[in-house]
């Protein structure tokens, strides 16, 4: 079965500093991988995902994640946070088309001035 | 507008009510998902439907009753909850690896 683990239920950052969110997966096949923003009383946003090839893949708002096969993560960046960026972010895994996502616990981003 | 509408979007019930949250997507999906999100847990899949068939129920209290008539439509029937389960209800519908939710019906049981 799979599972997902997100490494820090809170992290927070200065406005223009990386963001850095970690994620770690269990899958005994080839997984799916996706990141979702959810900011507050609305449903989910995909940020991007990896399902094969490249695997550093880039998503809206500047984000990116890469696939680290040996070390079983998907770790979601940006270069430079905003405001904006303030949310609540899930890493979430499948093992295959058409099965149900399998969520972390979120992670709680926030960003000063 | 996300392609997954989910009405209503709020629900204040009492313990004894019967009521019933609608989901529908006209994405062209042959998947759709109950899922709940409390304040205290992770997202928890519910339900799975794939070809209006249930292909999943994730050990959820028969006080929660599914129904997804066509590929288009998703419902959750409610009766005799309980306070803890207020929550946010997400449908989401999948084809492939591409999936979307709905923006969720926040219930409170009094």
């Known amino acids: 079965a799979q599972s997902v683990t997100q490494l820090g239920s809170h992290v927070s950052v200065s406005e223009g500093a990386l963001v850095l969110l970690r994620c770690n997966y269990s899958?005994?096949?080839?997984?799916?991988l996706f990141w979702y923003v959810q900011y507050p009383n609305q449903g989910l946003q995909l940020l991007l995902k990896?399902?094969?090839?490249?695997?550093l893949v880039k998503g809206i708002n500047g984000f990116e994640a890469e696939f680290k096969k040996s070390e079983t993560s998907f770790h979601l960046t940006k270069p430079s946070a905003h405001m904006s960026d303030a949310a609540e972010y899930f890493c979430a895994v499948s093992d295959q088309a058409g099965t149900a996502l399998i969520f972390g616990k979120g992670t709680t981003l926030s960003v000063s001035s | 507008e996300t392609g997954v509408t989910q009405t209503p979007r709020h629900l204040v019930m009492g313990m004894t009510n019967k009521k019933s949250l609608k989901c529908e997507q006209h994405?062209?999906?042959?998947?759709m998902y109950w899922y709940k999100q409390s304040a205290k847990k992770p997202l928890e899949l519910m339900f799975v439907?794939?070809?209006?068939?249930?292909?999943e129920n994730n050990s959820v209290p028969s006080r929660f009753s599914p129904e997804c008539p066509n590929s288009s439509h998703l419902f959750l029937h409610l009766h005799t909850l309980q306070p803890e389960d207020s929550a946010l209800y997400l449908c989401?519908?999948?084809?492939?690896?591409?999936?979307?939710f709905g923006s969720g019906t926040r219930l409170t049981v009094v």
């Open positions: 989401a519908s999948s084809q492939g690896a591409g999936y979307t």
């Open positions: 994405l062209g999906h042959n998947a």
């Open positions: 899958s005994s096949v080839p997984p799916y």
């Open positions: 990896y399902t094969t090839g490249a695997t």
């Open positions: 439907y794939n070809f209006k068939e249930q292909t």
